[in-house]
């Protein structure tokens, strides 16, 4: 029996942490087979790690839900970014009902899944299950292959790792697109701003895998706008830091008030590891150098 939606969309099925090349391969075929049968592309992640919550094991992610709606929309062009509820109802959901889920509840006409996706309880709902069900429901699939680079699978749990280690540059090239950081500017300890350069402050939520301490050549994307950058990730050692990790931005040649508003920072390159100053003085100089270092970096980019 087919099941006819009332909308029609082709959805790209998967987590999508970091959105890399190998979901790019997904997002476009989705795009597509969109532009092929007259529908409209999608992307259905889920709130929270599904792995998380199998496991019982919480997985340090590469970026929130909302930077990775932002990634999709902006790099991909695709406005349509559904977050579906992970819990153990949908954990121990017949993977047949969850395909059908897809299809009564988003329209969908066509779905689009990686090689090693899974659905259902237990996860028996592997691609070839999937494939072979959707044409028996007229619901058009395409199973995307493992994607590699340079002889390595590209993957959230590898790039995870270049993050953590604070090799940004090799991050990037897996992702395709620069490593971000997202949030709401917050009051910091207004230290940047006595010594002469001012900073823009993240929180740093739980659940999130950080650069490694140190600084790093950056750029802010605010309002459409795109502002060179500096960004030190550490514990503010010169100034008595201690074990909480901060996330500051100097934004070069910027003069404004962002408090409260929602900026994202992308990340280019590691510039130099974090480290203890005798004074404010020294810092300013080191500043100076940090700045040069980041243009330099920024201004052979083809950003």
Not at 26 to 47: C, H, Q, T, W, Y
Request: charged letters at 20%; aromatic letters at 12%; hydrophobic letters at 40%.
């Amino acid at each position: 029996m087919s099941i006819i939606p009332v909308n029609k969309t082709v959805v790209a099925l998967g987590f999508f942490d970091g959105v890399h090349k190998g979901h790019a391969q997904l997002i476009n075929m989705a795009k597509k087979r969109a532009l092929e049968i007259g529908a409209s592309p999608a992307v259905l992640s889920f709130d929270v790690s599904p792995e998380s919550i199998v496991t019982g094991y919480e997985v340090p992610l590469i970026g929130s839900m909302e930077t990775r709606a932002d990634i999709i929309k902006r790099f991909f062009d695709v406005e349509d970014v559904i977050f579906c509820h992970f819990d153990k109802a949908i954990m121990t959901m017949p993977w047949k009902d969850f395909i059908d889920f897809i299809v009564s509840e988003y329209g969908a006409v066509h779905v689009v899944i990686g090689h090693d996706f899974r659905c259902g309880y237990k996860g028996e709902g592997n691609p070839e299950k999937i494939s072979a069900y959707c044409s028996e429901i007229g619901l058009g699939c395409d199973i995307i292959p493992k994607f590699t680079l340079d002889g390595i699978t590209v993957s959230s749990t590898y790039i995870r790792g270049l993050i953590a280690g604070g090799d940004i540059a090799r991050a990037n090239y897996f992702l395709g697109h620069p490593y971000i950081f997202a949030g709401i500017v917050s009051k910091g300890h207004k230290v940047g701003r006595k010594i002469g350069s001012p900073t823009i402050n993240l929180k740093c939520p739980n659940g999130l895998i950080l650069p490694a301490n140190g600084v790093y050549a950056t750029q802010v994307y605010f309002c459409g706008r795109f502002l060179p950058s500096v960004t030190n990730v550490g514990v503010r050692p010169t100034f008595g830091g201690k074990d909480e990790i901060s996330i500051e931005t100097y934004i070069l040649d910027f003069e404004g008030d962002l408090y409260g508003e929602y900026v994202s920072i992308e990340f280019y390159e590691f510039l130099r590891s974090e480290q203890k100053f005798c004074d404010a003085e020294e810092l300013k100089v080191q500043i100076k150098k940090d700045c040069k270092a980041a243009i330099e970096v920024l201004s052979s980019i083809n950003l």
